[in-house]
């Protein structure tokens, strides 16, 4: 992985990192690494690596060249080159990559498209919600 040299010692610093006491709601992009250890509720897109914390929750999309899952995502990952799962990873949600490195004892429930071909950018899990709730609001209303 392009993040880690082979004794997964981190190449290059994160510019951005959210701290294991954060809690950040909206949309989060870079052109540089992000490392998030709290918890973010929207989007984190960047142009390089994004690396997930053991301790962090991510609820909504993450978009970026590289992307290493070592807590929980909860929403729709697109990856560049390399997507990986660690050992304690979970995502929940569709996964869009080049290569896709699922590690022992990761958990993934969702769908995934791997391959060089060109790819349909995919919506974030939250904006599907509240999409499908639309429908239930105007049947209340009546």
């Known amino acids: 992985m392009p ?8 190449k290059k610093t994160s510019e951005t990192v959210v701290g294991h006491d954060v809690t ?10 992000i490392q ?5 509720k929207g989007k984190v897109i960047t142009k390089n690596d994004i690396l997930i ?6 609820d909504g999309s993450l978009k970026a060249k590289n992307i290493v899952v070592t807590g929980m995502v909860k929403g729709n ?13 979970k995502v929940f949600g569709d996964v869009l990559t080049k290569n896709f490195i699922i590690k022992k004892g990761a958990i993934f429930t969702g ?8 790819a349909k950018e ?12 639309k429908p239930e609001e105007k049947t209340k209303k009546k």
């Open 53 to 58: 914390g053991e301790k962090a929750v991510i």
């Open 3 to 10: 993040m880690f040299d082979s004794n997964k010692e981190p």
């Open 77 to 89: 990952l697109e990856a560049l080159e390399d997507l990986e799962i660690s050992p304690s990873g």
């Open 122 to 133: 995919m919506q974030p899990v939250y904006e599907l919600e509240e999409e499908a709730k």
């Open 24 to 33: 950040l709601t909206g949309s989060l992009k870079s052109d540089g690494n």
């Open 111 to 118: 769908k995934s498209t791997m391959g060089e071909g060109e």
């Open 36 to 40: 998030v250890n709290g918890k973010v």
